[in-house]
């Protein structure tokens, strides 16, 4: 600390109407809105710097990282200002401004942080052109609830100043604490510049045999593996974990450096947009390829010759392999939870290993009081998003490296174990159909119409003929849930149609942008004869898309001829 104590401002401001938080915290614009729109981004963190409650707030850490985007450094600073002027004690922050989603929920449980903020519009483009976000993160290091989100937004709407330290600067490249005098504060406010990967990879330790995972990489039959870090958050993560700590060769690794527009590349693990990677896989040179969105929560799996690992897939193989993981060898099984959307094949594993399924909607979020409560530890969503009770959020390199302990304990290929498990519980194809950049209004008349049609009473029993198949509906419902814990009711999360085969098809609205909207459309069928595993799933499911199209009227309506993005 040198010089005179820097001064605290309280600056005026007006509110804006369009800062509801869409879930979990977070308040995800076009760039150019938090860049151009004058005080737009100060008056959101005030309104989760606010929402804490004074009590707490004076004196705490908080936590505070971002996935590299652009606008990301000048956010940070901002940050750093703004939480020094409302008596946060002391911010930890990654180096350069980077810290995985991951990481931070992980860091916040380890050092008891009363929160924080991760700067990250999760798998949208970066760039000035792109997406910009901010996350709150609450004291369990998981997605902030519904309550919390509300109390930010009611703020947000009413919110007349903020206060900041405009005149603090920090380094954020260089590691070790940094504190600053400022004016009426009795205490220094401390910022701590830590390495991004160290924390988390200490965790990792604790769970998985590495040793095992490194002779899987390095020993005589080694596993060829290609992991692509799409240019977001998890380049030095994956080099630290799966390069230096485990052994993969450097090569392995791809676009490993995190770039603030992704290399131009929207950053999203699917077949759609992690095309490199596939490719490479498809040449049959690799056993094992992942690939991660730009700040670390998603992820893909790839066999070799590029065998497609649907996320729901992937889910149920976790949670029927999970012996092959010493955490859970320690701490055992209590229960799985899973999205609503996703496929039931998780359930059928549930249902072997006589453990509770928790259905919930969408968001992880609704995971965090499951495992809080100790009702279950392995939790997973259709969007590419897996984790366990090891933090509050999803996390993408934990995925991989369970994925590779079962590789290793089964002595299989990828594919190999994907079939063994279709043997074991059956098949369920499964597809997710996106319709992006709708106009908000023509989406909430499609599914208003929809729910009137699908949840009145003469709908069940209704006969659809599709070619050969003939699909009788058996319940239909505008999914809410209740939460077990704390008997918090979540409604209109979704609408389901579920046929007398099992067969489903659930249509809901996206929240994650509030500017143009999305429209999802699932479709899932269940399979059991194993001659029946190797069809392609849009052409098994062929069928229940043309029921859906039929009753909601999406193309008509919108003008579109098909959906933006299939997984």
């Known amino acids: 600390m ?39 981004l100060p008056n959101f963190i005030q309104s989760v710097l606010s929402s804490i409650d004074l009590r707490d707030r004076q004196g705490c850490t908080m936590v505070v990282g971002s996935d590299g985007r652009y606008f990301s450094r000048t956010a940070i600073e901002i940050v750093v200002q703004m939480a020094a002027a409302n008596g946060i004690g002391r911010l930890i922050i990654g180096q350069n401004g980077i810290l995985s989603t991951p990481a931070v929920s992980c860091i916040i449980r380890k050092i008891k942080a009363a929160g924080g903020i991760i700067l990250t519009a999760s798998h949208c483009p970066g760039g000035p052109g792109g997406e910009f976000g901010v996350k709150f993160n609450v004291a369990n290091g998981g997605p902030a609830p519904d309550v919390v989100s509300d109390k930010i937004y009611q703020i947000s709407k009413t919110i007349e100043e903020y206060a ?9 490249s260089r590691l070790g604490r940094q504190e600053f005098d400022l004016e009426n504060k009795f205490k220094p406010f401390r910022v701590e510049i830590v390495d991004p990967v160290d924390i988390y990879l200490n965790l990792l330790r604790t769970i998985f045999d590495f040793h095992a995972i490194k002779s899987l990489l390095t020993g005589p039959s080694q596993l060829k593996i290609r992991v692509d870090a799409m240019h977001g958050v998890m380049g030095p993560y994956v080099r630290k974990v799966l390069c230096d700590e485990l052994g993969a060769p450097a090569n392995s690794a791809i676009n490993c450096v995190p770039l603030e527009d992704f290399g131009g590349q929207h950053p999203d693990p699917n077949l759609t ?15 094992f390829g992942a690939a991660f969105d730009a700040d670390g929560d998603r992820y893909m799996i790839l066999g070799q010759n590029g065998f497609f690992v649907s996320p729901s897939d992937s889910l149920a193989i976790i949670a029927a392999n999970l012996s092959c993981i010493p955490y859970f060898r320690q701490m055992g099984v209590r229960g799985f939870g ?55 959020e999803k996390d993408g390199l934990w995925a991989v490296l369970v994925w590779l302990s079962i590789i290793a304990a089964q002595k299989q290929s990828v594919e190999e174990i994907v079939r063994d498990h279709w043997a074991k519980f059956g098949r369920h194809y499964y597809c997710r159909f996106d319709y992006e950049g709708l106009d908000p209004k023509t989406t909430y008349y499609i599914m208003r119409d929809l729910e009137a049609l699908v949840t009145d009473k003469s709908f069940i029993g209704q006969q659809f003929a599709v070619g050969s198949h003939v699909y009788s509906v058996a319940k239909t419902d505008s999914f809410e849930y209740v939460d077990p814990v704390d008997g918090t009711v979540t409604k209109k999360q979704g609408l389901r149609i579920i ?13 994650s942008s509030g500017v143009r909207a999305t429209l999802r459309l699932y479709a899932e069928s269940y399979e059991r004869d194993p001659s029946g595993h190797d069809q392609e799933p849009q052409a098994v499911l062929s069928p229940l898309i043309a029921i859906a199209l039929k009753i909601s009227q999406i193309h008509e309506r919108t003008g579109r001829r098909g959906p933006t993005v299939i997984t």
């Open 273 to 287: 947009y992690a095309t490199t990677l596939l490719e490479a896989m498809k040449g049959g040179e690799y056993g």
């Open 338 to 392: 899973r999205s609503m959307p996703t496929s039931m094949a998780l359930d059928r594993v549930a249902k072997s290993m006589k453990v509770p399924v928790y259905e919930t909607p969408a968001g992880w979020r609704f995971f965090s009081n499951l495992m809080d409560s100790g009702r279950c530890n392995l939790c997973g969503e259709e969007s590419f998003g897996t984790g366990s009770d090891h933090l509050r």
């Open 499 to 511: 046929f007398s085969d099992a067969s489903r098809l659930i249509f809901r609205l996206s929240s």
């Open 2 to 40: 040198e010089g005179s104590p820097i001064p605290v401002l309280t600056v005026p401001t007006a509110p804006y109407e369009d800062q509801r938080p869409a879930g979990g915290g977070g308040l995800r614009r076009p760039t150019g809105l938090f860049e151009g729109q004058r005080n737009y």
């Open 164 to 172: 900041i330290c405009p005149d603090l600067r920090i380094d954020l």
